[in-house]
T-cell receptor
Framework: GAVVSQHPSWVICKSGTSVKIECRSLDFQATTMFWYRQFPKQSLMLMATSNEGSKATYEQGVEKDKFLINHASLTLSTLTVTSAHPEDSSFYICSARDLYSSYEQYFGPGTRLTVT | DAKTTQPPSMDCAEGRAANLPCNHS???????VYWYRQIHSQGPQYIIHGLKNNETNEMASLIITEDRKSSTLILPHATLRDTAVYYC????????????FGKGITLSVRP
């Protein structure tokens, strides 16, 4: 079945540094990928939608200069959290839409980011 | 996308059927009902989806009322590994559709 991977699965970084999270669709092509954020005991919140080869569309309230999204190929999207702060600590989950399967959406395992 | 309403939590005994309700009274004719679940500290897992007919797969059954204003996800023989948050979502399947998560229902399966 459709598999989405994320790397790393967890990361700890110091305040002020940047961290990059990769999202890959392993066995299908994804023209669209989504990035979600989830705080403890809360639901997933959509941050942005990225389409291959074009700029990402950010949800209201999400800072595009802080959360840089690149979707350079049909199987890879990256999220870079720039100048991270402790309040950016969260569970980041990507999702990829299968181009050839009625736009079904599959989720990665998530990346736990802790900013110290 | 239309919103959904789910109870915050429920529990059931291991081996018994778990029936998870969802209300979506403002669903549009071209919107599907999707169910995902999220086990603690993992990404959401697709379970099943349907438009108006009842659906069944190896994981669960989805019963949609005739007026499509509500649905029930049925896990026929719940196990401890089914303990998770279950999300009922309505969405179209077009290129511009998005999956928007509500609070979901926390299912606790007890031994």
């Amino acid at each position: 079945g459709a598999v989405v991977s994320q790397h790393p699965s967890w990361v700890i970084c110091k305040s002020g540094t940047s961290v990059k999270i990769e999202c890959r669709s392993l066995d299908f092509q994804a023209t669209t990928m989504f990035w979600y954020r989830q705080f403890p005991k809360q639901s997933l919140m959509l941050m942005a939608t990225s389409n291959e080869g074009s700029k990402a569309t950010y949800e209201q309230g999400v800072e595009k200069d802080k959360f840089l999204i690149n979707h350079a190929s049909l199987t890879l999207s990256t999220l870079t959290v720039t100048s991270a702060h402790p309040e950016d600590s969260s569970f980041y989950i990507c999702s990829a839409r299968d181009l050839y399967s009625s736009y079904e959406q599959y989720f990665g395992p998530g990346t736990r980011l802790t900013v110290t | 996308d239309a919103k959904t309403t789910q109870p915050p939590s429920m529990d059931c005994a291991e081996g018994r059927a778990a029936n998870l309700p969802c209300n979506h009274s403002t669903i549009s004719g071209n919107e599907y009902v999707y169910w995902y679940r999220q086990i603690h500290s993992q990404g959401p897992q697709y379970i099943i989806h349907g438009l108006k007919n009842n659906e069944t797969n190896e994981m669960a059954s989805l019963i949609i009322t005739e007026d499509r204003k509500s649905s029930t996800l049925i896990l026929p023989h719940a196990t401890l590994r089914d303990t998770a948050v279950y999300y009922c979502i309505v969405r179209t399947t077009g290129a511009n559709s998005k999956l928007t998560f509500g609070k979901g229902i926390t299912l606790s399966v007890r031994p």
